[in-house]
């Protein structure tokens, strides 16, 4: 794991015989006043203690306070060994004031600030801790955070801390102190023996007990994570599932980490009650309606265990209904991370559908392209792709040969209708809006006589964007330059089969990547060419991914107009992202198509 300390001269360097307090260093914004400079003897209390993994060391606190709200009386003291105090012990620390960047500048990160290379005089022990602070609907306002200065690129690091005004400055005010949180509601499951929970119950919370992000200008102020101080092998961390209930709360420091930016490292046990949520199913589509799904696979290949090629296919056949048409994406070719040159995915593909059928489901056919070997990103070696199964007892599949890796795919008028050059076939796999990226895969369908066109995509992903927690307000998304221009492309090619026959149906589907707020929706949608079945869904129902406590739209189905004009169901079946066990990180959808 990347990181930095920041070097900044200190803006008034204290002279080593200078007595200072903790919040003398923490001063009234992110940075200290401080940095760099050697501090004597600063009392406190020690609060809590980490003597295991790559950040090791003790954070204590002031037991005389200031009057300022916006100095932090916490702090944490790096010692890169098992320090040897414990909560309760009254110490005086000597070291060198530093701010530390979980992950690198590079990564836009706030920093913590911190002590290192201290020397550490142990007063007395068995003192009473500083009371905590309760962070709660009341205590955490509603604003996220505050607009980032543009003298300094965007940056909030030099802003003076309102924390009664923004939400990243009231947490930031209690950097490094003991806080505490009620029992609470978790908003996402238990993953890398951490969760996320929400101090504010009412604030966009849906049915089954998450947490709905709904536009970039409505932030989840109220979203926390939460972490154990005691090592795993010690104390195991409980398997918690979106709506359970964190009985009691928990207490601790408030750190700050590179995955997820405020953490609370609860010095006491956490306790999870299950709420009992329950995995979807949908129903299954009539004799009349064409069930058209999509689901991410999450790299599946021949070296995953039995038990993910049997869930996966238990959930294909019970809780999606056996859909006509299932789009997948992220499977891997025969031979997975094994990187020789291999990009069949033959064996990947029989063994999914030889467990689909072991299951009761149908005996899917497939149809998908081969990528070029390196070229479609995803894990190297395991050249992902888009694959279409398709139930040959209810659906057909208009084979037209020609279409492999760099070939794209065209539209053309075949008896007054829009068709296919190349299907199964790619959507411009030449140009550069999908470099190191999956290229659509678009094919041809027939359903009780009507040509159904349907394209599966897996765009970018968001991996280089600024987290939420970032220093710069609103964060940099810099990933979604090239999400917008695959966009673009996709809905070009939509509108070359809607010239041809403005009535064609068209589904796009598979892991956009992005929310159905976004821009690269806008851009997939421009001229009406589509529409984003998402929307038909409650504002509490708009999820398929749950990421640090917010459940978000990645995954979508768009239709064109003739489709939406003729009807249509839609249903985003919940079964991973809000389960601690989970066989994909995304939940499928289905859309039932009247005809």
Same mark, same amino acid.
């Given at each position: 794991?990347?990181?930095t ?6 803006r ?29 003897e ?16 003790f ?37 060198t ?40 609907g ?10 980032g ?30 806080? $505490? ?16 929970v ?9 049915r089954?007990?998450g ?17 154990s101080?005691?090592?795993v ?11 359970? %209930? ?5 207490e ?20 999870v009650?299950d ?33 993910k ?27 997975? $991370? ?8 033959g064996?990947? %593909? ?29 894990e ?20 037209r ?7 794209a ?9 829009a ?23 678009a ?22 964007d ?24 996709l ?31 806008e ?40 489709v ?18 989970q066989?994909?990180?995304h939940?499928?959808?289905?859309? $039932?198509?009247?005809?």
């Open positions: 794991m990347a990181s300390v920041l070097t900044v001269p200190a008034a360097a204290t002279p080593t015989t200078d007595r200072v307090a903790i919040h003398d260093i923490q001063g009234t914004t992110r940075l200290s006043p401080l940095v760099g400079a050697q501090v004597t600063v009392p406190g209390t020690v609060t809590g203690v980490r003597g295991h993994g790559s950040s090791k060391g954070w204590f606190q002031s037991t005389a306070p200031d009057r300022s709200p916006a100095t932090s009386e916490g702090l944490f003291v790096f010692t890169g060994t098992a320090p040897a105090v414990a909560p309760g012990d009254e110490v005086r620390v000597s070291g004031v530093t701010e530390f960047v979980p992950g690198g500048t590079a990564g836009g990160n706030q920093s913590l600030t911190q002590l290192s290379r201290p020397s550490v005089t142990v007063v007395s022990s068995g003192n009473p801790l500083p009371a905590p602070v309760t962070l709660d009341r205590s955490v306002p509603d604003s996220y955070a505050p607009a200065d543009p003298t300094a690129g965007g940056s909030i690091n030099g802003l003076p801390l309102r924390p009664t005004a923004h939400a990243l400055d009231r947490y930031e005010s209690l950097e490094g102190m003991n806080v $505490r949180i009620g029992s609470s509601r978790v908003v996402g499951a238990t993953a890398f023996n951490e969760l996320w929400t101090v504010k119950p009412g604030e966009n919370a849906n089954r007990g947490t709905v992000y709904g536009s970039y200008r409505d932030q989840n102020t109220g979203r926390l994570k939460v972490q101080l005691a090592p092998a010690e104390r195991p961390f409980p398997a918690a599932n979106v709506g359970d %209930l964190l009985k009691g709360g928990a601790g420091p408030l750190d700050f980490n590179q995955f997820g930016g405020y953490t609370l490292t609860a010095r006491t046990p956490v306790t009650v709420r009992g949520l329950e995995r979807e199913r949908t129903r299954p589509q009539h004799r009349r309606e064409l069930a058209v799904a999509t689901y991410n696979v999450e790299n599946l290949d021949p070296g995953d265990p039995q038990e090629f049997d869930s996966l296919a238990e959930a294909v056949v019970t809780n999606l209904a056996s859909p006509d048409v299932l789009a997948l994406e992220e499977v891997q070719d025969d031979n997975g $991370r094994t990187d020789d040159g291999t990009v069949s995915a064996v990947t %593909l029989a063994r999914f559908t030889e467990a689909i059928a072991a299951r009761g489901g149908p005996r899917y056919a497939w149809r998908s392209v081969d990528p070029a070997d390196g070229r479609d990103g995803g190297p070696g395991g050249n992902i792709r888009q694959v279409f199964l398709f139930n040959p007892q209810r659906v057909s599949f208009t084979d040969p020609g279409g492999d890796a760099t070939t795919t065209g539209v053309v008028r075949r008896a007054g209708k068709a296919l050059t190349h299907s199964p076939g790619r959507v411009a796999p030449a140009s550069d809006a999908w470099t190191n990226s999956r290229k659509p895969l094919g041809e369908f027939v359903f009780r006589g009507r040509t159904v066109f349907v394209i599966a995509n897996h765009f970018a992903s968001k991996g280089g600024q987290a939420l927690t970032s220093q710069f307000q609103p964060p940099a998304r810099s990933s979604e330059n090239q999400r917008h221009r695959q966009a673009t492309e809905n070009a090619f939509v509108k070359e089969i809607l010239k041809v026959q403005p009535a064609a149906d068209v589904i796009a589907l598979g892991d956009i990547n992005d929310f159905a707020f976004s821009r690269t929706t851009l997939l949608e421009d001229g009406g060419a589509l529409w984003s079945a998402v929307r038909s869904l409650p504002a509490g129902d708009r999820y398929s991914y749950a990421y640090q406590g917010n459940s978000q739209v990645l995954d979508q189905i768009l239709v064109s107009p003739s939406r004009r003729g009807g249509f169901s839609y249903d985003t079946v919940h079964i991973n992202a809000e389960f601690a066990e066989n994909s990180d939940d499928p959808q289905v859309l $039932r198509v009247r005809r």
